[in-house]
């Protein structure tokens, strides 16, 4: 199993490009989740999925959208960079939502915006 | 609101040496506690559960509810310990069931 692939590894954007960071898992979980990681402030939740066609907003939504049109996928859309949005971003799935299960992370993807 | 915080941004010790990474929560309900731990160029990755009381690679945690506290603790720290460490808290919220996640604090362990 590869688990949680996440592609990109490393992007530079200008400001006001659209670009799609992609996560696939192979392990079949429902669960999958967007994070971005900034120095200082832990992992803050952006969007996530709890199954194939249905995704809800985290704690930090703007500027991001998301889809999930198969269980293995959950892509994140940023529709217009922004310098704000430069971060290093993590993609997670788990397999069910029960408040003791592990998430399982992919490698992250550094993105600048200049 | 849940909330996780680890006071240290940074902690050093030598090879030997006893460790601990603090951690303390807020949660109105029943926590579920995980230190998470990333090393260098590799992906973020569960150390261990509270709910498991186990020990890994001699790390253990123990759950204090009356001080709201999950210290990482190990007594002998090796070199190779050294990494970023998140304290997360597993929570259901406004968000569903998510990981509300700690700062993080950086453990340096010098030869």
């Known amino acids: 199993n590869a688990g949680v692939t996440q592609t990109p590894k490393f992007q530079v954007l200008k400001t006001g490009q659209s670009m799609t960071l992609q996560c696939a898992q192979d392990?079949?979980?429902?669960?999958m989740s967007w994070y971005r990681q900034d120095p200082g402030m832990g992992l803050r939740l952006i969007h996530y999925?709890?199954?194939?066609?249905?995704?809800d907003q985290g704690e930090v939504p703007n500027g991001y959208n998301v889809s999930r049109s198969t269980t293995e996928d959950f892509p994140l859309r940023l529709l217009s960079a922004a310098p704000s949005q430069t971060s290093v971003y993590f993609c997670?799935?788990?397999?069910?939502?029960?408040?003791?299960?592990?998430?399982?992370f992919g490698q992250g993807t550094r993105l600048t915006v200049v | 609101a849940q909330r996780v915080t680890q006071p240290e941004k940074l902690l050093s010790v030598f090879k030997g040496a006893p460790v601990e990474l603090k951690c303390n929560y807020s949660?109105?309900?029943?926590?579920?506690l995980f230190w998470y731990v990333q090393y260098s160029r590799q992906r973020l990755q569960l150390l261990l559960r509270?709910?498991s009381r186990e020990s890994i690679k001699g790390f253990t945690a123990d759950l204090n509810k009356g001080e709201t506290s999950f210290h990482l603790k190990k007594p002998f720290a090796q070199e190779e310990d050294s990494a970023m460490y998140y304290c997360?808290?597993?929570?259901?919220?406004?968000?569903?069931?998510?990981?509300?996640f700690g700062p993080g604090t950086r453990l340096s362990v010098l030869p």
């Open positions: 997360a808290l597993s929570a259901r919220d406004n968000y569903g069931q998510n990981f509300v």
């Open positions: 999925s709890v199954g194939a066609g249905i995704t």
């Open positions: 997670a799935s788990s397999y069910s939502r029960d408040l003791n299960t592990e998430a399982f």
């Open positions: 949660y109105s309900g029943s926590p579920e």
């Open positions: 392990m079949n979980h429902e669960y």
């Open positions: 509270h709910i």
